[in-house]
């Protein structure tokens, strides 16, 4: 079982909010991600990170930002929240192998 | 862009059955291959991973195969299950830290 975690699990949220969506794992994996998913649908990469100081974006164009001061932390933030932004946020992360652990996931409602 | 896709986005399949998820991809030079299994409201977890030297691979009710000829992958799921119930993806490694995700098959067990 890998050791990834999200919080929250569910947020629903007013327009214009910032918020922050919290992602921790426990494995000392140097690469983590961020993917957007709608549901059943194929998941988008929208942040990577190789490691400490170092982020990049992904193949979706997303209004998000990303910050990775420790190993085990990659939060995700939006400064401000649109309906256009309701989707599930999913966070994984990678050691030597290419196999992506993924976390529970965030679903996010901007109302 | 090249990407992984997955050919029919539902299967339904009598408990105890086989079940046969397809999956075709572009990239002749892709070298390896995950399945991943998404569960309600669950991140995807992984099921079985294959390089390209390989044609078959087996785990534990399932056997992943690889026709590099005509560029499509396969999943086997034996003895199908309620639990089996899922959006199942393949993914194509595109680099070192990158996994392009198809589109998803729902699999519906039915009893």
């Known amino acids: 079982e890998a050791d990834i975690y999200q919080t929250p699990r569910y947020l629903v949220i007013g327009t214009g909010k910032k918020i922050t969506l919290e992602c921790s794992q426990t494995m000392g994996h140097d690469k983590m991600y961020w993917y957007q998913q709608d549901p059943g649908m194929e998941l988008h990469l929208i942040h990577y990170s190789y490691g400490v100081n170092s982020t990049e974006k992904g193949d979706l164009s997303s209004e998000s930002t990303v910050s990775r001061i420790r190993t085990e932390h990659f939060p995700l933030t939006l400064e401000s929240a649109r309906p256009s932004h309701t989707s599930q946020y999913l966070c994984?992360?990678?050691?030597?192998?290419?196999?992506?652990?993924f976390g529970p996931g965030t679903r996010l409602t901007v109302t | 862009g090249e990407s992984v896709g997955l050919h029919l986005p539902t299967l339904s399949v009598q408990e105890g059955d086989n079940s046969i998820i397809n999956c075709a991809y572009s990239n002749s030079a892709s070298d390896y291959f995950i399945w991943y299994k998404q569960e309600s409201g669950k991140g995807p977890q992984f099921i079985i991973d294959?390089?390209?030297?390989?044609d078959k691979r087996q785990g534990q009710r399932v056997t992943v195969l690889l026709n590099k000829t005509v560029k499509h992958l396969s999943l086997q799921i034996a003895a199908t299950q309620p639990g089996d119930s899922a959006v199942y993806f393949c993914?194509?490694?595109?680099?070192?830290?990158?996994?392009?995700f198809g589109a998803g098959t729902t699999v519906t067990v039915r009893a």
């Open positions: 994984a992360s990678s050691g030597e192998v290419y196999e992506q652990y």
């Open positions: 294959i390089r390209s030297n390989m």
């Open positions: 993914a194509e490694r595109l680099n070192d830290y990158k996994l392009s």
